[in-house]
């Protein structure tokens, strides 16, 4: 990313700004990294779960989240998707394959 110093008499202009000095200008945009937030519903609709679900991992902080007035619960959609990515049946690592063969872990 660059960054642009510039001083004395430069215009603003919109939502992106345009610098404008004798004949030269200069457009730029600046880039933030907004996360999408959606509510409860959206995201147990987004990732096909439970409304229960959802808000439990809110709750209990394992993604990302915010109140939004009294109740409004706002999650944010990539921690979610990160949470589900990093999860697996068997724990926390992936099973080790050994020639070709995957060990099924069994409850005795």
């Known amino acids: 990313m660059k960054y ?4 004395l008499l430069y215009h603003k202009i919109g939502a992106g700004a345009i610098l404008m000095k004798g004949f030269y200008m200069v457009n730029f945009e600046i880039k933030t ?3 999408t937030m959606c509510g409860i519903k959206e995201t147990a ?8 679900h959802a808000r439990q991992l809110a709750l209990s902080g394992k993604v990302k989240a915010v109140r939004a007035g009294r109740g ?9 998707a990160d ?5 697996y ?11 070709g063969i995957k060990p099924i872990p069994v409850k005795l």
């Open 72 to 80: 409004k619960i706002l999650i944010n959609q990539e921690s979610v």
């Open 33 to 35: 990294n907004i996360p």
């Open 89 to 99: 049946l068997t724990g926390d690592k992936p099973a080790t394959v050994s020639n």
């Open 45 to 52: 609709k987004n990732f096909g779960i439970a409304e229960y």
């Open 4 to 7: 642009v110093r510039l001083l």
């Open 83 to 87: 949470y589900f990515n990093s999860s």
